[in-house]
């Protein structure tokens, strides 16, 4: 098993910044791609971004890229999810997800996750 807590979610105005932590504990933490997923009222769960077990290998939506950076430190067993330029509609509950096996394409899938943690709020206003 693998526990998953985010963090760092809250109301921040259009165009500002967040932060988002996730902080795992179980199994030992390099052995899992992580992914970051959002969902929004009366939508389907997307992802956000992801990245592979060593870092060196991410993927990112469309709309995000330019704009979000996630990354992870093993010594921390916590994957972050830098967001910047923030939009209304990117006001969304956001997941932080493990999966055991990745790969670019299987990043953006969320059944391809195993393990999902209880997520967080991020509320972007106009």
């Known amino acids: 098993q693998v526990q998953l807590v985010e963090s760092g979610g809250g109301l921040v105005q259009a165009g500002g910044s967040l932060r988002l932590s996730c902080a795992a504990s179980?199994?030992?933490?390099?052995?899992?791609?992580m992914g970051w997923f959002r969902q929004a009222p009366g939508k389907e769960r997307g992802v956000v971004a992801s990245?592979?077990?060593?870092?060196?290998?991410?993927y990112y939506t469309d709309s995000v890229k330019g704009r979000v950076t996630i990354s992870r430190d093993n010594a921390k067993n916590t994957v972050y999810l830098q967001m910047n330029s923030l939009k209304p509609e990117e006001t969304a509950v956001y997941y932080c997800?493990?999966?055991?096996?990745?790969?670019?394409?299987?990043?953006?899938?969320?059944?391809?996750?195993?393990?999902w943690g209880q997520g967080t709020q991020v509320t972007v206003s106009s």
């Open positions: 997800a493990a999966a055991a096996d990745w790969t670019l394409y299987s990043a953006r899938y969320s059944y391809n996750y195993e393990y």
């Open positions: 179980g199994r030992t933490f390099s052995n899992y791609a």
């Open positions: 990245i592979n077990w060593s870092g060196r290998s991410t």
